[in-house]
């Protein structure tokens, strides 16, 4: 489970930056999206001096680095197109109501290219699943020379067995 985890990060990092930014919000939105129900979500805005400000899009930024007003700097920029047009800041929204399976739809659609969590973690969920297929077979000789430990209440020496005490 240890190696999903880690492959899983590692799959984490390799994701743009609003598809990184949004996980856990397409995680809820599909989970929520399966028993009919609304969340509260906080979405992320792109502003300027002239345009008014709308939601983010992959099309709005371009590997790079930014800094943001707090001082965070993050692994993107915006694009030439948004610069364009004038947007010069991003940042969370305040949180809204939306409706599960309207906004999962959105993000599948708009942010993640119509793939699916399960598509996008495909690579890491096979790695992980190779290597504990391959420790199990490890630790099942481990738990049968345990068991039969236990079951004979001494330890199996082979041919030569323990003294016996005089």
Request: hydrophobic share 30%; with cysteine; net charge positive.
């Given at each position: 489970?240890l190696?999903l985890?880690?492959?899983?990060l590692?799959?984490l990092?390799?994701?743009p930056?609003l598809?990184?930014?949004?996980?856990?919000?397409?995680?809820r939105s599909g989970?929520?999206?399966q028993?009919?129900?609304?969340?509260?979500y906080s979405l992320?805005y792109?502003?300027?001096?002239k345009?008014?400000?709308?939601?983010?899009?992959?099309a709005?930024?371009?590997?790079?680095?930014?800094?943001l007003?707090d001082?965070?700097?993050?692994?993107?920029q915006f694009?030439?197109?948004?610069?364009?047009?004038?947007f010069?800041?991003?940042?969370?929204?305040?949180?809204?109501?939306?409706?599960d399976a309207?906004l999962?739809?959105w993000l599948?659609?708009a942010i993640?290219g119509?793939?699916?969590?399960?598509e996008i973690?495909?690579?890491?969920?096979i790695?992980?699943a190779f290597?504990l297929?391959?420790?199990l077979?490890?630790?099942?000789r481990g738990?049968v020379?345990?068991?039969?430990?236990l079951?004979y209440?001494?330890?199996l020496?082979?041919?030569h067995?323990?003294?016996?005490?005089?």
């Open positions: 489970m190696c985890c880690l492959f899983g590692q799959q990092r390799s994701l930056t598809q990184r930014s949004y996980i856990t919000e397409y995680l989970v929520g999206a028993f009919k129900q609304s969340g509260k992320i792109i502003s300027g001096s345009p008014k400000p709308r939601l983010a899009l992959p709005d930024f371009a590997p790079g680095e930014m800094t007003p001082g965070r700097v993050i692994s993107a694009s030439d197109l948004a610069v364009w047009q004038g010069q800041d991003s940042r969370r929204g305040k949180e809204q109501t939306y409706v309207s999962s739809r599948r659609g993640f119509g793939k699916a969590l399960v973690f495909r690579t890491s969920l790695e992980g290597v297929t391959l420790f077979g490890f630790a099942i738990d020379t345990r068991f039969k430990q079951k209440g001494r330890r020496c082979g041919s067995g323990a003294k016996p005490r005089s």
